[in-house]
Each structure stands twice: as C-alpha cells, then as structure tokens.
C-alpha cells in the first residue's frame, strides 16, 4: 500500500512539472524579446518588455543615493535584440 500511495505522489509530482514547463515554454513562445530558450542578452528573460528600462531606472536612482544627489541621470541602456528568432 504505501508503495501505491508514493507512485501516486511520484506522478502528481511528474505532472505538475510537466504543467509547469508548458507554462514557460508557451511564455516563451509568446514573447517578443527572447530567444527559443528563454533568454535576452545572456540573460533569463521575464517575459516584460518594460522590465530593462525599469531596472535601469532603479539603477539611476541607486547611483544617485550613492553619490548622496537626488539629481538622476537618464539610464543608459541599450535594447539588443541579438539572438531574436524571426
């Protein structure tokens, strides 16, 4: 009996991770930025086109804190589309 009950909870465990890779793949498969594996620049992509231009926003504002200004200087960042699949 208790090898049924841990087949069973092998299985469940199998399909919610099948369940979970089909998520990413279609994720993947449905964005713009990213490449067939999930990636953007060497990087994991999150799937969120406005994503970069807020971290380098936070960047910006970080540096500033640092240098003890409140002035911020406009994030230098460059959307590199390398790698994209057609």
């Not at 799937?47 to 409140?70: C, F, I, N, Q, Y």
């Amino acid at each position: 009996m208790a090898k049924d009950e841990a087949r069973k909870a092998a299985e469940a465990a199998s399909e919610t991770h099948k369940e979970a890779h089909r998520r990413r793949m279609a994720e993947i498969r449905q964005c713009a930025l990213c490449d067939t594996y999930g990636y953007l620049n060497g990087r994991l992509c999150y799937h969120d086109p406005s994503a970069e231009e807020r971290t380098a926003r936070g960047v910006a504002k970080a540096r500033a804190a640092l240098r003890g200004t409140t002035q911020q200087e406009e994030p230098a960042y460059q959307n590199n589309n390398e790698g994209r699949r057609p």
